[in-house]
């Protein structure tokens, strides 16, 4: 059982705009910043989101990424085929003094 | 261009450690903090360990907590000394550099070296 809840699945069809949750408590989230990964097995995680809404450089702005109180949420816009990938969201827990991860969210572009 | 090199994976028996390395280039080594994350197999990434900069503040999950230990050195290399190795412990375990704030932002990450604890 992850620390922080996210859905197993979600799907949508090309050009939709899709949300990914991520749930936390005021230990992680409540008081910490949140991160999202973008991940295919295998390969190495691509950083999408940090520091709740900012995008690295070469992120492109269909990914957004926003947070309230103890949740925070990843949106994907204008739905592509290559977006089919696992999603993770992270964030440091002041409690256990460690970095968490959720459990991930499987993307199917439909 | 940044580059982290990952070696030291393997097979290794119940109760048996292993290390691995971590190779850094291309970017001031001392001045990011680092980690490791690992992916068992059908499971989903695992925060194990970070360390700052300098070396001298250390971070542990409480899965490897007592029993891993997270270090680097001035040849640019971080390492992950893993003793007292479990079947649980078999994953595939990713370096990475940290971005920014606390050690949950990476930008850049190792191919990864798959770890296998079986007898």
């Known amino acids: 059982q992850s620390v922080l809840t996210q859905p197993p699945s979600a799907s949508g069809t090309p050009g939709q705009r899709v949300t990914i949750s991520c749930s936390g408590s005021s230990s992680n989230i409540g008081s910490n910043t949140v991160n999202w990964y973008q991940y295919l097995p295998r390969t190495a995680p691509k950083l999408l989101i940090y520091s709740n809404n900012q995008r690295p450089s070469g992120v492109p702005d269909r990914f957004s990424g926003s947070k309230s109180g103890t949740s925070a949420s990843l949106a994907i816009s204008g739905l592509q085929s290559e977006d089919e990938a696992d999603y993770y969201c992270a964030a440091w827990d002041d409690s256990l003094n460690g970095g968490v991860f959720g459990g991930g969210t499987k993307l199917t572009v439909l | 261009e940044v580059q982290l090199l990952q070696s030291g994976g393997g097979l290794v028996q119940p109760g048996g450690s292993l290390r691995l390395s971590c190779a850094a280039s291309?970017?001031?080594?001392?001045?990011?903090?680092m980690t490791w994350v690992r992916q068992a197999p059908g499971k989903g990434l695992e925060w194990v360990s970070a360390i700052n900069g300098g070396g001298g503040s250390t971070y542990y999950a409480d899965s490897v907590k007592g029993r891993f230990t997270i270090s680097r050195d001035n040849s640019n290399t971080l390492y992950l000394q893993m003793n007292s190795l479990r079947a649980e412990d078999t994953a595939i375990y990713y370096c990475a550099k940290v971005h920014s704030g606390w050690y949950t932002s990476f930008d850049y990450w190792g191919q990864g070296t798959l770890v296998t604890v079986s007898s």
């Open positions: 291309g970017f001031i080594f001392s001045n990011y903090g």
